[in-house]
């Protein structure tokens, strides 16, 4: 008998540091370019989310916890947050351009109409970016099924909630001051370099 239970408790180790590795960079993230600690809960709190959705499915489907299938969610966490930063970075433009007296719940409902329904489907595009592995057959099949399936069902998990609680979580994180990009040395600093090469670039069209 092979017993690979020390294996497989080893990968859920890995899958732990990887959950609190990308918790750490998103908030680092939202602390340098946004200036503002709490927008990084928004993110932080809808990965575990997202991660505890895959593992529903898996056990509605009578899936077990093998170094594939959690090697699938790994692959996933990454792209996950990628919503909620886009939905936190624009609420932050809408609030910078409020007026004095407008709704900040109106702000961060219209950043989110603005944005979700494009972030909606490309998070969807990703998903279904790993439906040709559940065409293999035999061995191969049987061994990168559950990766496919995990994968699946995180990414479908993050394409959800980045309509449903993400910017519920806006609402309730995203409160105080928010610093506006220009003020932000940061911001200002990556802008200084980056307008020189556009501009070069877009007079030099037919070399790029």
């Not at 200036?35 to 056990?59: C, D, K, N, T, Y």
């Not at 990628?82 to 950043?111: F, Q, Y």
Request: a positive charge; charged letters at 15%; proline letters at 4%.
């Amino acid at each position: 008998v092979y017993d690979r239970s020390d294996l497989i408790h080893r990968a859920i180790a890995t899958l732990k540091t990887t959950l609190i590795e990308e918790s750490i960079i998103v908030a680092l993230v939202c602390i340098v370019f946004l200036f503002h600690v709490r927008s990084a809960l928004v993110a932080i709190v809808m990965l575990p989310i997202g991660v505890l959705i895959a593992f529903l499915a898996m056990q509605a489907l009578g899936m077990n916890s093998n170094i594939m299938s959690l090697g699938g969610i790994a692959i996933a966490i990454g792209a996950m947050v990628d919503a909620a930063v886009v939905m936190i970075e624009n609420a932050h433009k809408h609030l910078e351009r409020l007026g004095p007296g407008e709704s900040r719940t109106r702000a961060i409902v219209d950043a989110c109409r603005e944005v979700g329904p494009a972030l909606f489907f490309s998070l969807l595009i990703i998903t279904v970016s790993f439906l040709p592995v559940f065409t293999l057959e035999a061995q191969e099949g049987r061994l990168f099924a559950p990766l496919a399936w995990t994968k699946t069902f995180a990414m479908a998990g993050a394409a959800l909630l980045s309509v449903t609680l993400v910017p519920v979580l806006m609402l309730l994180f995203i409160r105080g001051r928010v610093l506006p990009e220009a003020k932000n040395p940061v911001n200002r600093f990556l802008i200084w370099i980056y307008r020189p090469v556009i501009a070069a670039v877009m007079r030099s069209k037919l070399i790029t």
